[in-house]
């Protein structure tokens, strides 16, 4: 942006350049676009091959499917996120049993 605070078309970015950062920032952004697409395409698929069956349940297992992959990956985002924080005081801990152990070894009897 400009120093006087005005929107300038030129500077904005593009949709393509913008999924591609975001895709950079959480790789799941990709991962969540097809999980999408793949529901919405599997609905309207269903709903052409539907029979008997009311529009309203058809909506409701539709939504209930989108609802378990957003959870889904959300779950998978959530656990990527946390690992750092499970593993590292595992590692310090292992590192300081060995240090003890190299400790009570080297001690004379």
């Known amino acids: 942006m400009s120093s006087d605070n005005q929107w300038s078309a030129d500077e ?19 991962v969540g676009i097809a999980g999408f ?32 992959f957003v959870v889904g990956a959300v779950t998978l985002v ?10 590292e005081p595992n590692m310090d801990l292992a590192k300081e049993s060995e240090k003890v152990k190299e400790e009570i070894q080297q001690k004379p009897q």
């Open 12 to 30: 904005e970015e593009g949709q393509l350049s913008r999924l591609i950062r975001k895709s950079r920032d959480s790789p799941f952004v990709p």
């Open 37 to 68: 697409m793949t529901v919405a395409s599997y609905g309207l698929y269903k709903l052409k091959y539907r029979k008997d069956q009311k529009m309203s349940i058809h909506l409701i297992h539709m939504r209930v499917a989108a609802q378990g």
């Open 78 to 87: 959530t656990g990527e996120k946390m690992m750092p924080f499970i593993l």
